[in-house]
């Protein structure tokens, strides 16, 4: 995976509008929770914002996640490429496994496209840091 477009300075930028936008889309939902309500019910940022603005603050969480992704290490060498490399093939393959343990399980499981998205792109973070980590 050579494909970085955003020079070091986005892994800070991604993290922070991941960080502030899971915190208020996942506190309206933590919230619904806390005060009893049915899931979905009542949001304090969606009444706030309203329709529009808050599908857009959905989306950001994905987005950071994805300039995070694309940024490109302090030193960027040939084995960070192969560490990606490896660590895109192992999440792919792992995802594939879970699609198709969960499919075993109940055929008409539905799964939203967010979802899958965030799971895959946690997953080939978690899996590259390791990566990294086991190399320095």
Do not use: C
Not at 10 to 18: D, S
């Amino acid at each position: 995976m050579d494909f970085q477009i955003l020079p070091n300075w986005g892994k800070r930028l991604g993290l922070f509008i991941f960080l502030i936008s899971f915190l208020l889309v996942g506190g309206d939902s933590f919230m619904d929770g806390y005060k009893g309500a049915p899931s979905g019910t009542h949001h304090f940022v969606k009444d706030f914002l309203g329709n529009t603005l808050y599908s857009f603050f959905d989306v950001l969480p994905l987005t950071g996640l994805l300039i995070y992704m694309f940024s490109k290490e302090k030193v960027e060498d040939d084995y960070i490429r192969l560490i990606r490399l490896q660590s895109y093939q192992a999440t792919v393959i792992t995802l594939l496994i879970i699609a198709l343990v969960i499919y075993l399980f109940d055929i008409y499981y539905e799964v939203s496209l967010d979802m899958v998205l965030s799971l895959f792109m946690i997953l080939f973070l978690v899996i590259f840091y390791f990566k990294k980590e086991a190399h320095s």
